[in-house]
């Protein structure tokens, strides 16, 4: 196992994504006022962030991951370069959120070998690998992400972190909705065994996240609310999104959730 860490060149490719997502320079930066917060709570918004920044990381290898899938399927050209684009949204959001990190007092450390960001390999069919990762990755996963950014901007206090927050969740959207863009096109081709197949890993998705609204409100732990944190409003939020964010329209392309066992992951 080893230390999650971030390298930067510099330079040209620096001046290139910086060409591409505009901006960074214009956000708040040496603003926190760190020195005015428990340091329990900044702590507490240390390891938030932290996990953030490796989360933007994995996001982008699975959208790396889900482009190289398109391309063997022969998705549309454009539907492939926004896949493609996305990564770089993340390359660019980790760079923001370990900004952040490092204004917070620096990264807590993480370990993980990197050898295993990228998602699982699979044995299907091209169209139906490219489905599975759509459906991972974009349908379910940043369909989460969306209300969770959402309700820790509405918390948010700071005007970096609020200004960070904005900026990510501005591409967001359109991540959650590039999986049922690709559905659009896909689904038709897909067999019945496939979207039961797409269903059931969906319900499985969804219980991997289970824990960030089932988990019991903790009476003692420090919620940093105004440097990026989250309460009971955003857990229902969670709850909300699977129904009406990812149950509802997946069953629109076929794919039917476990009406009971979703009821039960939400209850
Ligand atoms: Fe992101
Ligand atoms: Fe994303």
Redesign the pocket.
């Known amino acids: 196992m080893s230390l999650f860490e971030l390298q930067w060149r510099g330079g040209a490719t620096a001046k290139r994504l910086h060409q591409r997502r505009t901006g960074i320079d214009d956000l708040p930066w040496g603003t926190l006022a760190t020195a005015d917060y428990d340091p329990k709570h900044q702590l507490e918004a240390r390891a938030i962030w932290s996990n953030g920044v490796f989360t933007e990381y994995a ?1 982008a290898a699975a959208f790396s991951a889900l482009t190289t899938a398109m391309l063997e399927c022969g998705a549309p050209v454009d539907l492939v370069a926004a896949c493609a684009d996305i990564v770089v ?2 390359m660019f959001h980790v760079e923001l959120s370990s900004r952040l990190t490092m204004e917070l007092g620096g990264a807590l450390p993480i370990e993980f070998d990197l050898a295993n960001v990228s998602p699982a390999p699979s044995t299907h069919r091209p169209l139906m690998k490219a489905a599975e990762l759509a459906l991972v990755t974009s349908c379910v996963s ?1 369909s989460l ?1 969306v209300p969770a950014m959402a309700r820790s901007r509405v918390l948010a206090t700071e005007p970096l972190c609020r200004a960070v927050l904005d900026r990510l969740l501005v ?2 959207g359109p ?1 959650s909705r590039l999986g049922f863009w690709f559905l659009d096109w896909a689904a038709a081709e897909l067999t019945d065994a496939e979207r039961a197949e797409l269903a059931a890993t969906a319900v499985t998705t969804i219980e991997a996240y289970a824990s960030l609204w089932q988990d019991a409100p903790c009476e003692s732990c420090p919620l940093p609310l105004g440097l990026g944190g989250h309460d009971d409003i955003g857990k229902q939020d969670l709850r909300n999104a699977v129904q009406q964010m990812i149950a509802r329209p997946l069953a629109r392309y076929g794919i039917e959730l476990d009406a009971q066992r979703v009821a039960q992951l939400v209850a």
Do not use: A, F, G, K
Request: charged content about 60%.
């Open positions: 996001s949204d993340e940043e992400s591409d967001e991540h």
